[in-house]
């Protein structure tokens, strides 16, 4: 189907000239390798082609090759953004086939690690997307060094917590591959304190700016229907009215014992989204304050310490298993064949999925808004060429 | 013959004067940028970064003069200094203090308001010289918004003029001997009018929140995304040349120009740091806004700013008709 004929003709344009526009795989917010090909009348968008794979690693192959400790650390470049969850996607698959039971102070650590990861990711894609409206070299600018500033305090947390600010290898099959030091929980409750007034900062910054209103209310308008149809998660679908969220649909790691609310929007443009993200922050800093509160003593792993990489063995089976990511669903599918090593593996990134939706939302729009759109779904290209 | 001498030496002075300013300027914007968001910004070169635009400037200069193979040459080479020059050209019509200055015309601020409007020739031709698409977009969006707002920047700066009787830029800064008599202390008129400017200003300038031509999360550079080397520090010098300009006529209309207490001699001095705060305001807002679109900005200024800059300064006439017949 001549995608850019029908959208000409849906718009009533034709017969002006179109020119066509190139906007990445290098340009500077494309978020990463993507290349957006626009067809303009003037300023307005009339179609766009999106092209990707410039980042393809061969991940799932790779998983073929390594076994299920080695894995997690590779999984977390996935989605290099927010990497904890990837890696929880993987062992909880693994935990699935072998019926591996997780301690619950294991479990517990893993909502702490996975709630602040998504205070992290948050941080980015705020900072980002105001980079895209409002320039590297203008107010964008400004709101994108203090989120970087906060999740700098994030990273001084995994930091310390497992040696590493960017690829983790925390979670391990069966349990957590660290327990926290002494002392973190008292220095991530000042972090996340101190996130929480930052973020009421923020909000007054951007929605008491009339130009950011501008920019941001009724762009990329989502449909319920059309967000259900192309299969978008996380917090899109929720800005789209759809109150999804596979943390209260299908809770894992424990997280039926928390309390805390699932935001849900329903005008689906990118201020819905906005919206429904700053409330995701301070949800999960609650969770984050109730795990620690709850936090039991006890194993970190069911399974005895690691002492050679092939030593985890799962037996023969497949599973599906699913997590909510900053950016939503990310799924693991994974055949074992009962050897040290997974047979076949699949991701499911949130990105990949939710980036679909750009052909749908943004023609129509100027060329500005392209990138305010683009920013809004937040993706990682990582995570979508995989 | 003697009088052409004088103007060739005031005009050299005055235009080394600007180059150096400019280079000091974008150091002092940078540093103002960095603390606002709680960075540091340039340390290395120099103590405290002072010879940074030196740095930058030798590094410009030592670039490779890139000209795109497409490219219609002979526009893409002239634009530059197409640009540059209506942007140095503007400070001939400024006094520094009274009597000194390059030309006090009786027609100064006509001649300024209308030279500041040249520079889009300049802008249009390299972004059409360029041969690039997100050039040729950047400099369609220029064309819109600079005669968008040309209109309000001129209606917003009629306003002293009209207060003051006279298009004489040295008539219009004595008519603000103290600061009391300041124009942007004028009850109402006085502010809106200071208001009106700034954001027209802004949009002349092509700052944030109104640079949509350089806009470089969609448009990289916008019409100098081919420039590279000296033709790049050319545009750039003319865009900080034409801010700190339109700071100092900003400066002359409402704040007094160079009255302020102490002797006459620091006359000057004042004018440059009332120059430096519009300077500063123009900065803070750049460093706080995001950008907006290009529809909205062409709206805003027909549909908000042209309406309400022209109702001003008809009530500005109005009142200044009303206080000559009644006597005070």
């Keep these: 189907m001549d995608i850019e004929a029908r959208q000409v003709l849906e718009m009533g344009y034709g017969g002006a000239e179109r020119i066509t526009m190139n906007m990445g795989p290098q340009h500077p917010s494309s978020h990463g390798v993507f290349r957006a090909i626009l067809t303009l009348e003037g300023e307005t968008v009339v179609a766009v082609d999106a092209v990707i794979g410039y980042l393809h690693r061969c991940h799932e192959k790779l998983s073929e090759t390594l076994t299920y400790t080695q894995y997690p650390s590779i999984a977390s470049k996935t989605d290099y953004v ?43 894609w705020l900072g980002t997307w105001c980079l895209d409206m409002g320039g590297a070299l203008g107010g964008g600018a400004t709101v994108f060094l203090y989120c970087i500033r906060e999740r700098e305090d994030v990273l001084d947390l995994f930091e310390s917590l497992t040696g590493a600010r960017l690829l983790y290898g925390f979670h391990q099959v069966g349990g957590t591959r660290y327990d926290i030091p002494d002392g973190w929980a008292q220095q991530c409750r000042a972090t996340v304190d101190k996130i929480d007034r930052r973020i009421d900062e923020f909000e007054e910054m951007l929605e008491s700016n009339a130009f950011f209103m501008a920019r941001t209310q009724g762009v990329g308008v989502a449909s319920r229907e059309l967000a259900q149809e192309v299969g978008i998660s996380g917090p899109l679908l929720r800005g789209s009215g759809v109150g999804y969220d596979i943390r209260r649909a299908e809770p894992y790691s424990s997280y039926e014992d928390f309390d805390f609310k699932v935001p849900v929007e329903t005008a689906g443009d990118c201020f819905a989204r906005y919206r ?48 909510e990511g900053a950016r939503g669903e990310v799924g693991c599918y994974l055949i074992a064949d009962g050897s040290a090593k997974p047979y076949r593996m699949k991701w499911r990134g949130a990105s990949f999925s939710n980036l679909a939706l ?12 392209v990138v305010a759109i683009m920013g809004s779904v937040d993706p990682v290209f990582g995570e979508v060429d995989r | 013959m003697s009088s052409a001498i004088y103007f060739f030496i005031v005009g050299f002075i005055v235009l080394n004067a600007i180059i150096g300013m400019v280079t000091y300027v974008t150091l002092l914007e940078r540093k103002f940028a960095a603390r606002m968001q709680s960075r540091i910004g340039p340390y290395r070169v120099g103590p405290h970064g002072l010879l940074q635009p030196i740095a930058d400037a030798l590094k410009l200069m030592m670039k490779e003069d890139i000209v795109p193979r497409l490219a219609d040459r002979r526009v893409y080479n002239l634009a530059p200094i197409v640009f540059l020059i209506p942007c140095m050209l503007i400070f001939a019509t400024l006094p520094f203090a ?51 707002y040309d209109l309000p920047f001129v209606f917003a700066a009629m306003v002293p003029v009209v207060l003051t009787g006279s298009l004489k830029l040295s008539d219009i800064a004595a008519a603000q001997p103290d600061v009391l008599h300041w124009f942007i202390f004028y009850p109402v008129i006085g502010q809106l009018a200071f208001v009106a400017y700034v954001v027209a200003t802004l949009a002349a300038e092509n700052r944030v929140p109104f640079d949509i031509l350089e806009a470089e999360s969609e448009l990289i550079a916008g019409f100098r995304v081919e420039y590279s080397g000296m033709k790049f520090a050319l545009i750039q010098l003319g865009e900080y040349a034409h801010i700190i300009g339109s700071s100092f006529l900003g400066a002359l209309l409402f704040l007094g120009a160079w009255s302020g207490p102490g002797p006459e001699w620091l006359g000057p001095v004042w004018f440059f740091l009332k120059m430096v705060f519009m300077f500063l305001v123009v900065t803070w807002i750049r ?42």
């Design chain 2, 98 to 148: 009274p009597g000194l200055g390059v030309a006090d015309l009786n027609i100064g601020i006509l001649f300024f308001l209308a030279v500041s409007a040249m520079e889009i020739v300049g802008l249009f031709m390299g972004g059409w010289g360029s041969n690039n698409k997100y050039a040729l977009l950047s400099v369609m969006r220029a064309v819109n918004q600079i005669i968008s």
């Design chain 2, 287 to 328: 460093w706080s806004f995001v950008r907006i679109r290009v529809d909205q900005i062409l709206a805003l200024s027909w549909k908000v700013l042209m309406p309400a800059t022209l109702v001003l300064l008809i009530s500005t006439a109005i009142v200044v008709v009303w206080r000559t017949s009644a006597g005070f």
């Design chain 1, 276 to 323: 429904v993200r700053m409330v995701e922050f301070r949800e999960s800093i609650k969770i984050v304050r109730q795990a620690l509160d709850g936090l039991p003593a006890g194993p970190i792993s069911s399974r005895p310490g690691v002492k050679s990489v092939g030593q985890v063995r799962i037996p023969k089976g497949e599973a599906y298993a699913r997590v």
């Design chain 1, 82 to 124: 927010a990497a904890m969850t990837s890696e929880l996607a993987y062992v909880r698959a693994a935990e699935m086939i072998g019926k591996i039971d997780v301690p619950k102070r294991a479990q517990y650590l893993r909502v702490i690690a996975a709630e602040l990861q998504r205070v992290a990711s948050h941080c980015l």
């Design chain 1, 358 to 369: 750009l052909p749908h939302i943004i023609p129509g729009h100027k060329v500005a808004d």
